[in-house]
């Protein structure tokens, strides 16, 4: 191998090496900035929240929080919690048909707002400066008849609520109910994600999960509803666990009795090319693995780190054996007399 064949080699590698870690780190920053903005809201009742609530919110975001329900009933909002960047990050809300009902920002707290139909949306966007922690807010529905919406009262305490939101961004946060402090006693709540990509599947991490052991359940199904074929089911502790569906839906049923309660749990749940989805087969939880912080996607930037660090060590080794054998008085095949 000529010196100049060897430094093409060598630079090509090096070249390998730079654009994987570049694409690696590209990867983990996209990761890390995708947060769950928005989204579609059925049911009678529920609630929205910023991004990351009660952390803080992202710079530079635009979500849309489309809140429906039946159309013989309208809808109640109200925040209980509220604050963003004073004059720039700003939440409005529509009513039907983009009627503006009002616009905040800083640390006020909107009144109770009421629609004229079964529908609204609510819109926050953040500059590029200083964040805060956002809010929260509930929506429950009323007969239309009813035009007197300040006497009206949601139908359990804010604390209470299960999360009815049907999930459609591709990654995002599941807590229960009053998480991070302790769920309720009897609560029946039902989470489910439906992603847009038919190419994608879902992958689920728990973060954190803490129920009454053998009593209290989080039960995972592989479709929309609960009549879909059953993943898996946590009680206790189970913090760590991955799991994923086989198709774009996954539904999650948390069940709750009447005695002991505990902290509950937080799960980030990720829309992925089936190529890059985990194992399913095996529940990847701390105590098996010691590390709960696998990236997917940066598998194929590791081989490619390790390909290209196996030829420059292979070539090392060929460059070492012809100046080895250039000290006999024929060179080995192969070997030039130029090295």
């Not at 609630?47 to 009660?54: F, G, M, Q």
């Not at 039902?190 to 847009?196: A, D, P």
């Not at 052991?213 to 592989?222: A, N, R, T, W």
């Not at 609960?226 to 991955?242: D, E, K, N, R, V």
């Amino acid at each position: 191998m000529t010196d100049g064949r060897f430094v093409q080699l060598f630079t090509l590698c090096v070249m390998s090496l730079v654009t994987c870690h570049a694409e690696s780190q590209q990867l983990g920053k996209e990761r890390r900035e995708t947060v769950e903005c928005g989204g579609n809201f059925y049911g009678e009742y529920g609630i929205i929240k910023s991004p990351n609530y009660p952390g803080n919110y992202a710079n530079d975001l635009e979500c849309n929080y489309s809140i429906s329900v039946s159309h013989e009933k309208k809808l109640q909002l109200e925040f209980s919690d509220f604050a963003t960047e004073s004059d720039y990050d700003m939440v409005s809300v529509y009513d039907e048909y983009d009627i503006l009902l009002g616009t905040y920002s800083d640390t006020y707290i909107p009144g109770l707002m009421s629609s004229s139909g079964p529908s609204m949306t609510v819109s926050f966007t953040t500059d590029s400066s200083v964040v805060n922690r956002g809010f929260i807010a509930r929506y429950w529905a009323t007969e239309m008849l009813l035009s007197t919406p300040a006497t009206l009262s949601p139908p359990l305490p804010l604390t209470q609520y299960c999360d009815t939101m049907v999930h459609t961004a591709d990654i995002g946060v599941i807590t229960s109910p009053n998480y991070p402090d302790d769920y309720p006693n009897d609560q029946d709540c039902y989470y489910r994600i439906t992603i847009r990509d038919y190419d994608k599947v879902i992958e689920l991490r728990a973060d954190e999960f803490s129920t009454e052991e053998s009593s209290d359940y989080l039960y995972i199904y592989d479709g929309s509803s609960t009549s879909a074929s059953p993943i898996a089911s946590y009680s206790g502790y189970a913090q760590g666990f991955l799991v994923s569906s086989s198709g774009k839906s996954m539904t999650l049923h948390f069940h709750s009795d009447g005695s002991m309660t505990r902290k509950g749990f937080r799960i980030r749940y990720t829309a992925m090319y089936r190529d890059d989805v985990w194992d399913s087969s095996y529940n990847y939880a701390d105590s098996d693995t010691g590390d709960n912080n696998h990236s997917p996607g940066t598998s194929m930037a590791g081989f490619i780190i390790a390909c290209c660090v196996g030829v420059i060590v292979i070539t090392i080794g060929i460059i070492a054996g012809c100046v080895t054998y250039r000290k006999q008085t024929r060179p080995p095949h192969g070997c030039t007399t130029s090295i």
